[in-house]
Every structure is written in C-alpha cells, then in structure tokens.
C-alpha cells in the first residue's frame, strides 16, 4: 500500500469522504488516505494528525514526496487536538484503530467538533461501544460496511449529527444498517464469529477458574442474536 495504491479497506474509506472535503485524518501514519484523496483531487485542504513521532515524521514524508505542503497540514498531537478552529474542517476520518479508541478520541476532542462534520469511521473491533457514543452524542448512522481483505473483517460507520436515534442493543451490536443490508461479507463475518463464540462458551464450561456469570450471560446473548441473525 502507498498513498497512489491504496488497501481495498482505505478505498472504502476514501469512498465516504465528500467531494470538496475539508478533511481532518486523525491517527494518519503514513498520511496515505489524505495524500491519495488530494492526488486525486477529491478534496480541498487535510489535516494529518499523529500521536506518535515515527508516523508523524512519515506523514511528513509523504506529504513531502507529493508536494502537497500547501495543502495538507502534518501535525503532532494527540485525537481531535490536532483539529484547529480556522481549519472549518468538514469530514473527520478515524481508521484502523479499535472502536473504543477512536470512541475515547471523540469523547476526550469533542469540544473541537462543530456538529458539521461527517465522521468516518473505521474501528478494528469495539463497534458496538463506538456506536453507542455515536447514539448517545446525537449522531445518526448514514451508511455502514463490512469487508474482508487479507483474511481481515473490517467495518466502516459513517455519522452524522441529526436528530435524536434511538438504536436497539442488536442495532447497536451489528450496525442499524448492517442489519438491513445484511451484505455476503456482513454474513461472513458473524458466521465466523458464531463458531469463535460458541467455542468460547464451551471452554468457559470446561474452565478451572469460575468466570464471572454477568459475562457468561453477555456471551451466552450474542450466541443468541447472531443465530437469529443466521437462522
Ligand atoms: N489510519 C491509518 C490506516 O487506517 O491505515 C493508520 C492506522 S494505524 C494502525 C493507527 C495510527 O493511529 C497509529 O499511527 C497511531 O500512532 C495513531 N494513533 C493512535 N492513537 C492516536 C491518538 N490518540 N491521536 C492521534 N493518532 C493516534
């Protein structure tokens, strides 16, 4: 992957992104999917933001190599931090980071959101935790996707501030609009993690150590809902 060739997952990504956008990416690394997006010319200003020097300095790299300084802004800090009011910043990206990650980010910057900006989200596992901050935020989810690439399942959450949602514990558990799509990657996905969580409540049954039955019960659910969702 390079910022002209980008992973099936990013291209999703870069798929949500309004034409025109003024893009926050944060947790950038190499700063691939803003460079992409400008050297295609999808969108109008990004900022690359990093927590980490090693990324940062190869976002810088990349931006660099592209000539893109005048357009896109590599910053050091951490979350939402990196997001400047002048910015008038009108997509935020967060992708491959786990849900509860990239929910603490939102939570700890949201002071630095005008409510304007589409979210796209790409969490690696905790979707459920990140939708539930989404609902509880005053988001609505516009669009959801599941994919496999390398032998990986990766979801995409887009959201955008509107009226009040409320999402039942199953929508919030696979994705309102995953539900109704119930694409073949979708299907795909919860049929693998059916056979992982049986397998688990059967070791669970076999395990020396007791463990705790509020969790035994939680997994005990989600056995439920995805054979529903299967059935
Ligand atoms: N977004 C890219 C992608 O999807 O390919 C890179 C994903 S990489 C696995 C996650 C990146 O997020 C790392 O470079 C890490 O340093 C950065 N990161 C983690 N927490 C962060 C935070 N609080 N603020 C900014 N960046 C963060």
């Not at 933001?49 to 893109?68: H, I, K, S, Y």
């Amino acid at each position: 992957m390079n910022e002209r060739t980008l992973s099936m997952r990013l291209e999703r990504v870069a798929a949500y992104v309004p034409l025109g956008a003024r893009l926050a990416d944060i947790g950038s690394d190499h700063g691939y999917l803003p460079v992409a997006l400008m050297c295609r010319g999808l969108i109008t200003t990004a900022v690359a933001g990093e927590v980490a020097l090693t990324p940062f300095l190869a976002a810088e790299r990349t931006v660099r190599d592209n000539a893109l300084g005048q357009r896109i802004s590599v910053r050091l800090a951490d979350g939402l931090a990196v997001i400047e009011p002048g910015d008038g910043v009108t997509a935020v990206s967060l992708c491959g980071m786990g849900g509860e990650r990239i929910r603490d980010i939102l939570d700890s910057g949201k002071a630095r959101l005008s409510g304007d900006e589409r979210l796209i989200l790409q969490p690696n596992g905790g979707e459920q935790p990140l939708r539930q901050w989404l609902m509880d935020n005053g988001y609505g989810i516009l669009c959801e996707e599941v994919l496999r690439e390398n032998r990986f399942n990766y979801e995409i959450i887009v959201a955008e501030c509107m009226e009040p949602v409320r999402y039942s514990a199953e929508q919030l558990y696979f994705g309102p609009l995953n539900l109704v799509q119930r694409s073949p990657a979708f299907l795909g996905k919860w049929q693998r993690m059916l056979r992982l969580k049986q397998r688990t409540l059967a070791n669970v049954a076999r395990a020396q150590q007791p463990v705790p039955e509020d969790k035994v019960q939680e997994l005990a659910q989600q056995i439920r809902w995805i054979t529903q969702l299967l059935a």
